[in-house]
Every structure is written in structure tokens, then in C-alpha cells.
């Protein structure tokens, strides 16, 4: 393969399999790897360290709501999953909040 071809699909595919079985042997806790897989099921590898964070201390059950969330939309009708998710965590906070001032 000269360097003027592109790189074929399955190539890239294999790369970013071993990438992400290397990345799995730095993982110790739980929160870490729901973290990674949130990411990675979001498609935003690059934030990353947001998303181990949230794992880390924001209410399990609140994280799975704004996921199923996500995950319930249809497949081609939303371009940015991530912010999806975001906004949905933001409002699940907020209601929560909500309820607890309200006792």
C-alpha cells in the first residue's frame, strides 16, 4: 500500500479495537468503565475524563435515565448524542433538585 491510498475501513476498525483493548488493562473501579462506555457509546471519545467523572459522582440511576434516554431516539434522527445526553442529565438534576425543595 503505497502512502497516496486511503487506509482501508476494516484497517481502522482493527486499530481502534486494539486502542481501546490497550486502554482497558488502566481500568480499576467500575465507575471507570461505565465511564469509558458511556463515551464510547455516546461518541465522545474525546471527552472522555467528562464522562469518567459523572461516573464517579452523580447518581447511578440518573445517568442510566439520561442514557435509556439517548438511546430510545431514533438512530438517524439525532446528529450529536453527547448533548442529548447532557441536557437530559441537566434536567434530571434539576427535577430531582426540584422534588427535594418541595418536601
Avoid at 459523572?54 to 439520561?66: F, G, N, S, Y
Wanted: aromatic share 12%.
Amino acid at each position: 500500500m503505497t502512502k497516496n491510498q486511503p487506509t482501508a475501513i476494516g484497517d481502522q476498525l482493527f486499530k481502534f479495537k486494539e486502542t481501546l483493548d490497550q486502554r482497558k488493562k488502566y481500568v480499576k473501579n467500575e465507575f471507570q468503565a461505565y465511564g469509558l462506555e458511556l463515551a464510547k457509546e455516546l461518541g465522545d471519545w474525546k471527552n472522555k475524563s467528562l464522562y469518567l467523572r459523572l461516573a464517579k459522582t452523580v447518581d447511578r440511576q440518573i445517568l442510566e435515565r439520561a442514557r435509556y434516554f439517548v438511546k430510545d431516539q431514533n438512530p438517524g434522527a439525532i446528529k450529536t448524542p453527547y448533548k442529548l445526553f447532557m441536557w437530559k442529565l441537566k434536567e434530571l438534576k434539576k427535577s430531582k433538585t426540584d422534588l427535594t425543595n418541595a418536601t
